[in-house]
């Protein structure tokens, strides 16, 4: 009996640990969500700024870039604005995020 009360508060022990890592999990995905990421295109053409959770919050396009004939390069300016601030935000959270699945079992 004395080594199943030891099992048991092992188990406990366990429990807490999970309990405590799901509480920083949360925690570092709401202060990641809160981020604010910005991205750029060529000589900060286009700025755009994103929060941690993928939500665009500002754009910026300089004056003087709108040119009724050729939208493709802005289109293109804004794309790459974009796909910067998202690679920003996919790093960011492998480095916040990813240290808590390393060593799960699933």
């Known amino acids: 009996m ?3 009360m030891r099992g048991m508060g092992n188990m406990q022990g366990m429990m807490k ?3 405590k890592m799901q509480k920083e999990m949360v925690e570092a995905q ?3 969500n809160k981020a604010e990421f910005t991205g750029v295109a060529t000589n900060e053409l286009v700025k755009v700024v994103f929060t941690g959770n993928r939500r665009m ?3 910026h396009i300089s004056e003087g870039l709108v040119d009724p004939e050729d939208t493709e390069m ?4 804004v794309m790459m604005a974009v ?7 996919d790093t960011e959270s492998e480095k916040t ?3 808590y699945a ?4 699933f």
């Open 30 to 32: 709401e202060k990641l």
């Open 57 to 59: 919050k500002d754009i």
């Open 2 to 4: 004395n080594t199943m």
């Open 83 to 89: 796909n910067d601030a998202l690679t920003k935000i």
């Open 17 to 19: 640990q999970v309990q």
């Open 74 to 77: 802005l289109q293109d300016l």
């Open 97 to 99: 995020m990813g240290k």
């Open 102 to 105: 390393k060593g799960l079992p």
